[in-house]
């Protein structure tokens, strides 16, 4: 049987509409998932702000709180919005409801922006909240980094969030809910690589050969440059863009493979997939 | 023009035929049975119709478009009540169906699902959380779910089942009403053979992966050709003396003076067969005949008597 690859691709905005009102009823009735907006990040930011706060007194750089925190608080967009892809797509596993959802005349994009426009608030709210308790606790100032590199970090972070969640839901319906740990394990399997914390050139060579590949790392260098410097960099950026854009065109063709697959082995009809 | 037409439709799961070249068309505004045992491919017919599994050959069209190729399109015309399946249970009922009207694309939408609950007699549970909700309850609220968008082609798939009989029959009829007011075709699987025999026109009989028969439920009972006649009589007559009459054959006791005679063509055999019990010295006091239901087909044919 013949199929069409951009049927999958068409996007409403009445079924995104649909879609968004559904997360947000899952947020508003869901206390964890109000609660999770907030508690890992806060969890991140005490712990990285403490350790900050501990090596500035031994350390001869003053901007050692910034790069931390700053590399806390952008992280926890990138931990936030790939996990969120992979919880959203599972709440409709646990409640059974795959079956209506992708009986009914969803697409893989309509699906993919409602997670991303809900994504988005949740991240911004995460951001502000964090933003203020790190103003609170450890007079670390984002905004002095500027509206503009803000709001490219924060992009790019989210971006290449998303493609990681696509990758992670591709995964789980191919395999089924029993690598649903992805989910939520990724973001930190990726963390010792992404440079967060530390320049790439610190790290062994062969570590640095996957950092490399990977956009947050670029994205967290311009960070450290435009703390040192006041200045963006431009050129980190561009790759983190670049190398974002190819990785989210091969997820959602991954994520579509991984859906066909699915569908020819039945398994979008069995709802336990463990 | 069919509104549906099924070709050479064939699916494997590893070494297992689940569906064996399938053809079968569906006329507009009909309401169709699919029926069969357990593994004979109606879950899987349905499901390749929803677009949740993927046939390995055969081709569909729907509303004469093809399903491969125009599938979402098609969707949008289409629903599904499915007992066995769910909504989001942290979601009200209200909030389910808004979910699934914007996703169909619904106009006065509040209307309309104002309209279904007051039809399945569920409007006070509307503001209830879906997880709360009992599992008949919960099958009202599929549903309304799968005649949100009026849909052109509905797919029923076990939809009363956990249903207690009275609001099961109450549902049938409100199936029933919605069909005619809208004219939707409905495809209708059930395990319960006196509603498939009282809500379909037509039923395609199943049984791995092939279609055995399409017919009313009247002609697929008719696979079963012989009925069932017991005669009983008075007390004291002889029955050994009446089972040994020449050409009474398949005669067996049933019970206290009482006879059972399998005949395969009873509208000629019934006559004969009481004019020579009488006239063996049997005194008649009732006679019953027991014709073969769709029950008793799909027990045959589940089987492999059929």
Same mark, same amino acid.
């Given at each position: 049987?013949?199929?069409?690859?951009?049927?999958?691709?068409?996007?409403?905005?009445?079924?995104?509409?649909?879609?968004?009102?559904?997360?947000?009823?899952?947020?508003?009735?869901?206390?964890? %998932?109000?609660?999770?907006?907030?508690?890992?990040?806060?969890?991140?930011?005490?712990?990285?702000?403490?350790?900050?706060?501990?090596?500035?007194?031994?350390?001869?750089?003053?901007?050692?709180?910034?790069?931390?925190?700053?590399? /806390?608080?952008?992280?926890?967009?990138?931990?936030?919005?790939?996990?969120?892809?992979?919880?959203?797509?599972?709440?409709?596993?646990?409640?059974?409801?795959?079956?209506?959802?992708?009986?009914? *005349?969803?697409?893989?994009?309509?699906?993919?922006?409602?997670?991303?426009?809900?994504?988005?608030?949740?991240?911004?709210?995460?951001?502000?909240?964090?933003?203020?308790?790190?103003?609170?606790?450890?007079?670390?100032?984002?905004?002095?980094?500027?509206?503009?590199?803000?709001?490219?970090?924060?992009?790019?972070?989210?971006?290449?969030?998303?493609?990681?969640?696509?990758?992670?839901?591709?995964?789980?319906?191919?395999?089924?809910?029993?690598?649903?740990?992805?989910?939520?394990?990724?973001?930190?399997?990726?963390? *010792?690589?992404?440079?967060?914390?530390?320049?790439?050139?610190?790290?062994?060579?062969?570590?640095?050969?996957?950092?490399?590949?990977?956009?947050?790392?670029?994205?967290?260098?311009?960070?450290?440059?435009?703390?040192?410097?006041?200045?963006?960099?431009?050129?980190?950026?561009?790759?983190?863009?670049?190398?974002?854009?190819?990785?989210?065109?091969?997820?959602?063709?991954?994520?579509?493979?991984?859906?066909?697959? /699915?569908?020819?082995?039945?398994?979008?009809? %069995?709802?336990?997939?463990? | 023009?069919?509104?549906?037409?099924?070709?050479?439709?064939?699916?494997?799961?590893?070494?297992?035929? $689940?569906?064996?070249?399938?053809?079968?068309?569906?006329?507009?505004?009909?309401?169709?049975?699919? @029926?069969?045992?357990?593994? $004979?491919?109606?879950?899987?017919?349905?499901?390749?119709?929803?677009?949740?599994?993927?046939?390995?050959?055969?081709?569909?069209?729907?509303?004469?478009?093809?399903?491969?190729?125009?599938?979402?399109?098609?969707?949008?015309?289409?629903?599904? $009540?499915?007992?066995?399946?769910?909504?989001?249970?942290?979601?009200?009922?209200?909030?389910?169906?808004?979910?699934?009207?914007?996703?169909?694309?619904?106009?006065?939408?509040?209307?309309?699902?104002?309209?279904?609950?007051?039809?399945?007699?569920?409007?006070? @549970?509307?503001?209830?959380? =879906?997880?709360?909700?009992?599992?008949?309850?919960?099958? +009202?609220?599929?549903?309304?779910?799968?005649?949100?968008?009026?849909?052109?082609? =509905?797919? =029923?798939?076990?939809?009363?089942?956990?249903?207690?009989?009275?609001?099961?029959?109450?549902?049938?009829?409100?199936?029933?009403?919605?069909?005619?007011?809208?004219?939707?075709?409905?495809?209708?699987?059930?395990?319960?053979?006196?509603?498939?025999?009282?809500?379909?026109?037509?039923?395609?009989?199943?049984?791995?992966?092939?279609?055995? +028969?399409?017919?009313?439920?009247?002609?697929?009972?008719?696979?079963?050709?012989?009925?069932?006649?017991?005669?009983?009589?008075?007390?004291?007559?002889?029955?050994?003396?009446?089972?040994?009459?020449?050409?009474?054959?398949?005669?067996?006791?049933?019970?206290?003076?009482?006879?059972?005679?399998?005949?395969?063509?009873?509208?000629?055999?019934?006559?004969?067969? @009481?004019?020579?019990?009488?006239?063996?010295?049997?005194?008649?006091?009732?006679?019953?005949?027991?014709?073969?239901?769709?029950?008793?087909?799909?027990?045959?044919?589940?089987?492999?008597?059929?």
């Amino acid at each position: 049987m013949r199929y069409r690859l951009h049927q999958d691709f068409t996007c409403t905005a009445s079924a995104v509409r649909g879609l968004v009102y559904k997360f947000a009823c899952i947020c508003f009735h869901s206390l964890d %998932r109000i609660f999770d907006i907030v508690y890992w990040p806060v969890i991140s930011l005490l712990l990285w702000g403490f350790t900050s706060t501990f090596v500035s007194t031994t350390s001869s750089s003053s901007q050692v709180i910034e790069f931390f925190l700053g590399g /806390a608080v952008l992280w926890s967009l990138f931990w936030r919005a790939q996990s969120d892809v992979g919880t959203f797509i599972l709440e409709d596993f646990w409640s059974r409801n795959i079956y209506n959802l992708f009986a009914s *005349p969803v697409t893989s994009l309509e699906l993919f922006c409602a997670i991303g426009l809900i994504g988005l608030l949740r991240c911004l709210l995460s951001l502000v909240f964090l933003s203020l308790l790190a103003w609170f606790l450890y007079t670390f100032n984002i905004l002095l980094l500027g509206g503009i590199a803000i709001a490219v970090f924060t992009t790019e972070l989210l971006l290449f969030g998303w493609v990681v969640g696509i990758v992670i839901a591709a995964l789980i319906f191919r395999y089924g809910l029993r690598i649903q740990v992805l989910a939520w394990s990724v973001g930190f399997i990726m963390q *010792p690589f992404s440079c967060v914390f530390y320049p790439l050139a610190s790290m062994p060579r062969w570590v640095q050969v996957i950092a490399v590949i990977l956009p947050t790392t670029h994205v967290f260098e311009g960070l450290r440059h435009a703390i040192a410097t006041g200045e963006l960099a431009v050129r980190p950026l561009l790759t983190a863009l670049g190398l974002t854009f190819v990785l989210l065109v091969a997820a959602l063709l991954f994520f579509q493979y991984a859906l066909r697959q /699915a569908k020819k082995h039945g398994l979008l009809t %069995r709802f336990e997939m463990a | 023009m069919p509104l549906l037409e099924i070709r050479d439709l064939c699916k494997h799961y590893g070494g297992v035929e $689940a569906l064996k070249s399938l053809s079968f068309d569906v006329e507009r505004g009909e309401f169709f049975g699919l @029926l069969g045992p357990n593994g $004979a491919g109606k879950s899987t017919t349905i499901n390749i119709l929803l677009g949740l599994i993927l046939p390995d050959s055969g081709a569909i069209r729907v509303f004469d478009q093809d399903f491969a190729t125009q599938q979402v399109e098609i969707r949008r015309r289409m629903n599904v $009540a499915a007992a066995f399946t769910s909504l989001s249970g942290v979601l009200t009922v209200r909030e389910n169906l808004r979910v699934y009207g914007h996703i169909y694309g619904v106009r006065n939408l509040n209307a309309k699902i104002d309209e279904l609950l007051e039809r399945f007699e569920i409007t006070d @549970l509307a503001q209830r959380r =879906l997880q709360y909700l009992s599992s008949g309850q919960h099958t +009202r609220v599929t549903l309304c779910k799968g005649l949100i968008n009026d849909p052109d082609l =509905l797919l =029923l798939d076990e939809c009363t089942l956990g249903l207690d009989p009275d609001i099961a029959e109450k549902t049938r009829r409100a199936l029933q009403q919605f069909q005619r007011e809208k004219q939707t075709t409905v495809l209708f699987t059930s395990h319960n053979m006196n509603e498939v025999e009282e809500l379909c026109g037509r039923i395609a009989f199943l049984s791995r992966g092939e279609i055995l +028969r399409i017919d009313t439920a009247a002609r697929i009972k008719s696979l079963i050709p012989h009925q069932v006649v017991e005669v009983k009589f008075r007390p004291g007559t002889d029955l050994s003396a009446l089972r040994q009459m020449d050409g009474m054959l398949r005669a067996e006791p049933s019970g206290d003076s009482t006879l059972r005679f399998v005949l395969d063509d009873p509208e000629r055999q019934l006559d004969s067969l @009481l004019r020579r019990l009488t006239q063996a010295g049997g005194y008649i006091a009732d006679v019953q005949i027991t014709r073969p239901t769709l029950e008793d087909v799909f027990i045959k044919v589940a089987r492999g008597e059929i």
